[in-house]
Each structure stands twice: as C-alpha cells, then as structure tokens.
C-alpha cells in the first residue's frame, strides 16, 4: 500500500483516486472548489464532473496542499496544463519544508504554451531539479467514464528510471486496467498532447458530415504529424508512437464521444465559434491550447504539421474550415512515409 496525493479532482483526478483506493491505497484528493470537495466528502460523489457515479468512500478530498501532500510516497498531478506549473511551485514549498522526496506522477496531457514545455520538464524545473528520475508520465486510452466503469483499459507508464515505471506500473494495476512500462518519457507525453489536436479536426470533420474513410485518414496522417514531432523536436523513439500513448490514444480521441477534443472539434464544424464551444463545454479542452504551442514548435523547427496548423488557423485566425480542408487536399503530392 502507498501514500499518494492525487492533485486535481475533476473527472480523471477523481476516478483515478478511487480506483488507487480500490486497489488498497491511502489516498487523498486535492482541489480548489470548495463546493466539490463537501461533496466528495459528504456524498462520495462528483456530480460537477461526473455524473450516476460514486468515489469510493475511503477518498477524502480538501483544499489544503500541506494536508494532501502530508506522508505522501507519490504525488499524482491531474491538472489542467495551464495550472501546473503554478501548482508544482507550491509543492515544491510544502516539500522544502518537510523534506519529503516523494514520486511525481503525471496523468496530464498537454504542453505549455510559452515555454512550450512538456509536463516532466515543468515537474522537473519547478520539483526536482537535479532529479528528472523521479517523474513518471502515464497516458493511454483511457477515459473517465470507461475507468469509473470498470471497463477494460491498458495506460503507459513512461520515465527514465526504470525502477520507478515498474513502481507505478506495481501500483496502478489492477484487473481492469493494465500498466506498460515504457523508457521513452518524452515519446509518451508527446502521444498524449498532441492527439488531443488531431481530435479537435476528426471531430470537425464530423461536424461538416465527412463518414469513415475521412476520419480514417486523418487519423493517420494524424499520427505521422504526431511521430514527426515528437522525434524531431524532442527526441522521442519512433516506435513509441505506434502503441498505447500514440495510436491507442489517438484513436479512442478521435472517436468517443467522451472526448472533449472531439466534442468541440464536432461543434466547431457545425458552425459554432471557439469562445462559444469552450464556454459551454464545462470542461478544459486542452487541445485548444496545445495547438499554439504545437504551432510554434512546427515553425521553430520547420517540421511540416499541416493538420495541426490547419486547426490553428481555423482556431486562432478565423480561417474558413471548408476552405483549409479543400487546401490540405490540394497539396503537393508526397511520399507517405517521411520523418
């Protein structure tokens, strides 16, 4: 049994609280709407993100940092990408002050815009300066709603310590959900925020009622930009990219409609502009901001992503959907396979 403070109590801090508490961890939540922690402790519900479903009753949840991260082995960041770093400065606080050295664990899928960092880096900088060991990514196809349900899911868990994959992978299994080590951290993280681009234009594509060979390419042709990324601008192995944290997640993405991402990129290709989806959503679309750091990486390093920037420019630019999709399918012909 571990210790662990689960940081964000939204839909996916919540049930992957209660499931470490299924599988005979202590567990504590951490979040900042007081409203939603009374609720979890005095219901074991989360009905602002989750609804017909209960935590298991042995998960508290408070609004103190000091008190989450008390005696906490790992510490699970479930955040929004723009609150992260933010977040982290503050454990790092508590930590100094207690000396506690414990595991990072990362379940967020996103890159800093700005900095254009990923998730590690951030824990790193912010944490463990001298320790980048010490931080574990985890990422896969794995919604909310399918985890609360017990349903079958298998999630990466990447780091450069293989001691500490093994570790989380040792305490985040269970029989129905399934843990893979991976030694490619970057290659995992990369999957697992840019897919969330690439969901926002399968679901447009919904939206202006293209069917299956559309979104089937896509999809693909989504996964090159994605593997083009992640090992020219970041180093990541190419073969990280054909399994849980990029044609896994990529997939469930681009086709669930418990996809945020796809969800907007549907409402965006019937019409409706980005402030009105992303107000009415209730939800962070982290794919929305990904996209500008994605953007600038393209054109930093002149890696050729045109559905990424399409969707910045239809995003950020007020380009016209039909218009951008008629351009992407009149480009030069190329070769299909090229890094």
């Not at 298991?56 to 082995?73: C, F």
């Not at 955040?79 to 967020?108: C, E, F, M, Q, Y």
């Not at 996964?223 to 944290?245: C, D, H, Q, W």
């Not at 890696?303 to 910045?312: G, N, T, V």
């Amino acid at each position: 049994m571990a210790k662990i403070a689960v940081l964000g109590n939204g839909s996916w801090g919540s049930v992957l609280g209660s499931m470490l508490a299924d599988n005979g961890n202590d567990v504590v939540l951490y979040g900042n709407i007081d409203s939603v922690n009374q609720e979890i402790n005095e219901h074991h519900t989360n009905t602002h993100y989750m609804k017909n479903w209960k935590l298991n009753p042995n998960v508290p949840a408070t609004g103190d940092l000091e008190k989450a991260l008390d005696g906490a082995e790992i510490v699970l960041f479930v955040l929004p990408t723009k609150a992260v770093r933010i977040v982290a400065k503050n454990v790092r606080k508590v930590l100094d002050k207690s000396g506690a050295t414990p595991l990072l664990v990362t379940a967020t899928k996103g890159i800093e815009p700005g900095s254009k960092k990923l998730i590690s880096d951030i824990l790193t900088e912010e944490i463990y300066p001298n320790d980048s060991e010490k931080i574990v990514a985890i990422s896969g196809p794995s919604h909310a709603e399918n985890v609360a349900q017990k349903d079958l899911t298998a999630i990466a868990c990447a780091s450069t310590s293989e001691e500490n994959a093994k570790k989380i992978q040792e305490v985040f299994s269970n029989n129905y959900v399934r843990f893979y080590t991976n030694d490619d951290l970057v290659g995992v993280e990369v999957g697992g925020a840019v897919k969330n681009v690439i969901a926002i234009a399968a679901g447009i594509l919904v939206g202006q009622g293209y069917g299956d060979d559309a979104k089937a390419a896509l999809m693909t042709r989504g996964l090159a930009e994605i593997t083009r990324l992640g090992v020219n601008y970041f180093g990541a192995k190419p073969m990280t990219f054909s399994g849980l944290s990029g044609i896994g997640d990529l997939i469930v993405t681009c086709t669930s409609v418990n996809s945020r991402n796809w969800r907007a990129g549907k409402q965006i290709g019937e019409g409706k502009s980005l402030d009105y989806v992303l107000e009415n959503m209730g939800q962070v679309v982290e794919g929305a901001t990904t996209v500008k750091a994605v953007h600038e990486l393209a054109q930093e390093k002149n890696i050729d992503m045109p559905i990424s920037e399409a969707i910045y420019r239809v995003l950020y630019e007020n380009a016209n959907v039909e218009d951008e999709i008629k351009q992407m399918m009149g480009r030069t012909p190329k070769p299909e396979i090229q890094l």
